[in-house]
């Protein structure tokens, strides 16, 4: 057997334009904290370049080269802001040093197929790089409001024992003013007590819906959708204006009641398209074959149906929950003093008492949405696996 050719090693001119790249990237993130992020970003590209081309072609040895690379950022990055700068600056340096070599040796094109074009290999890395930049955006404020969620003092920024590490920088004081403040606690109760009953009617009515709508004799099937999944479309402040002056007029603004179906309603369009996305890959033949053995309707949906849309309708019904646990429009044009749940109260506490218990709260919020939407993969899992869509 023929021996396999090694990938061969790239040019100088590529590997250090593209890490310079990345470089003028960091650098823009560091000089913007620093005051001058023009600045940053030309020094990054140009010292990033610099040093790939000093590692790659002059000092050649790649475990030496990652290993000095993470001492000497390390080392800048105490310079320049003490213990965190360091750390940052240390997984800064773990990534430009694997960049830097992952590169010079090729290795990029390791697991890709020999005939794609040099287009085509930029376009497979660049379309990664743009989702993890998308998805960094999307993550830093939860990355931001959990630590300082710890804050000993009543600020909203970190203090400088914080980002020393000192353990009197850090408490739980925020954690126990919210467990133990009754106005947090009542507004807990009361999210509890609509959210759950709320996620009921919409999972009711959305599944009836949804199941409706899946049949083909219906008429006017897209427009009664339409109509159904409105409230995910129409701004929020304009349903929630709606509902106000009609609940107003039938006497159910201010009350429990009135929260309860309003709450419903924006849940509804949730459990609909889940439960209708279930239904695409539903076997029509099963409730005919109930049907011909003498299964009633209503038998044929508990026993041959609903255990196979289930995944659905409970990943349906998740959304639903977090849509009115975490809603606050509404509820302060439908609801009372009687009804703030707790996104009123943080949205209270934002305004009116500036209070960091919120960003206790809001971890609480995130911990407990993070359990949920894994709760929701692992349904849309299975339900792949009943329909035979991914291996067991």
Known sequence: MAALTPISRTSASFYASVVAAFGAFAGLLVGTAQGNGLIGLILGAVIMGALAYVLAELLGNEKLGRYGLVLVMAIGGFL????????????????????????????????????????QVL????????????????????????????????????????????????????????????DWQ???????????????????FGTLAAIGLSQPHVPFRRAIMAILISPMIVPLIISAAGMYFFYSRIGLQGTYIGVVLAHAALGIPFVIITVTA????????????????????????????MPLIMP??????????????????????????????????MFTGLREQISPTILAVATILVGISICLLTVVEMLRRRSERLRGLSPG
């Open 278 to 305: 279930t239904l695409v890959g539903f076997d029509r033949s099963l409730t005919r074959a109930a049907a011909n053995m003498g299964a009633n309707p209503v038998t044929t949906f508990f026993r041959v149906q």
């Open 123 to 182: 376009w497979h890395y660049a379309f990664r790089v743009i989702c993890g930049a998308i998805l960094v955006f999307l993550i830093t404020p939860i990355l931001v409001v959990m630590p300082l969620s710890f804050n000993a003092e009543n600020f909203f920024t970190f203090t400088p024992e914080m980002l020393r590490f000192d353990p009197e920088g850090y408490s739980l004081k925020h954690y126990r003013d919210f467990f133990n403040n009754p």
């Open 80 to 119: 320049i802001g003490g213990i965190p700068a360091a750390i940052i600056g240390g997984l800064f340096g773990l990534f430009f040093g694997w960049l830097i070599f992952w590169l010079y040796e090729g290795r990029y094109r390791a697991k890709l197929v020999p005939y794609l074009t040099p287009g």
């Open 186 to 204: 009542q507004a807990v109760r009361n999210s509890i007590q609509i959210a759950p009953v709320a996620t009921l009617l919409s999972v009711g």
């Open 312 to 345: 659905g309708v409970i990943s349906g019904g998740l959304f639903a929950f977090i849509t009115s646990f975490d809603e606050v429009v509404v509820v302060l044009f439908v609801g009372s003093a009687g009804q703030k749940t707790l996104p009123w109260q």
